[in-house]
């Protein structure tokens, strides 16, 4: 199994819609969660980091987090064009080392 | 400027060749780290640096090696590359700060370079 699964996709939605990513780890221990953005061709940006269970809002993205179900995701409201990237989700093990999930491949539709 | 510069940003080049891939960053961190990234298989960690005098090996360092020059600087090197090491490449830092994001290891997010796309004929 491995440490970070995402849904490879491509997941399409229509503009205006709500997009939801999703992302599993098998470290219980874990403590932090990020999000990144990569458009094609380009390096990881950080658009999100989460700490605590629950739900913590940025402008059109949510990122949620349940550490007993040891899964994160990631909302974006109102998708634009301009969202369609991969989104790559990065969990912090106990080890300290960023472990990356294998990304999803969003697409949103005009 | 950019934060964070990778050179070359593409090399094509043969199997057998020692290849440097060269790493600087004006944001002062004191961690740096190199990645591979494939297609389907997401950032894989090949070395990570805490300071000048700190090397440590990541999840795939075989065939790789690196040196930390300065705190701004921070190389990989592909001593005899092979067509699987083929790849875009990622240097990245990270700065170690007290607080809401202290941690062990590789302390709060990391910023990336633009990378280097690397093709091995």
């Known amino acids: 199994q491995k440490e970070v699964e995402q849904n490879s996709g491509p997941l399409s939605v229509p503009e205006g819609a709500i997009a939801s990513l999703n992302c599993t780890y098998s470290d219980r221990g874990s403590q932090s969660f990020f999000w990144y953005r990569q458009y094609s061709g380009k390096s990881p940006e950080l658009i999100m980091s989460i700490y605590s269970n629950g739900d913590k809002e940025d402008g059109r993205f949510t990122a949620q987090l349940n550490k007993a179900s040891q899964y994160v995701s990631l909302l974006i409201r109102d998708s634009q064009p301009s969202d369609s990237a991969t989104y790559l989700c990065?969990?912090?093990?106990?080890?300290?080392?960023?472990?990356f999930g294998q990304g999803t491949e969003l697409s949103v539709k005009p | 400027d950019a934060d964070v510069t990778q050179t070359p940003r593409n090399r094509i080049t043969k199997t057998g060749k020692r290849i440097m891939l060269e790493c600087s960053q004006t944001?002062?961190?004191?961690?740096m780290y190199w990645y591979r990234q494939d297609p389907g298989l997401g950032l894989r960690l090949i070395y990570y640096s805490f300071d000048v005098k700190d090397i440590n090996k990541g999840e795939i360092s075989d065939g790789y090696s690196v040196s930390r020059q300065a705190q701004a600087k921070f190389s990989l090197s592909l001593e005899s590359a092979i067509p699987n090491q083929t790849a875009l490449y990622f240097c990245?830092?990270?700065?170690?700060?007290?607080?809401?994001?202290?941690?062990?290891?590789?302390?709060?997010?990391?910023?990336f370079g633009d990378g280097t796309r690397l093709s091995i004929l």
């Open positions: 944001k002062g961190h004191d961690r």
């Open positions: 990245a830092t990270s700065d170690l700060r007290i607080g809401a994001y202290s941690n062990i290891g590789f302390g709060q997010p990391q910023h």
């Open positions: 990065a969990v912090k093990d106990q080890g300290g080392k960023l472990i």
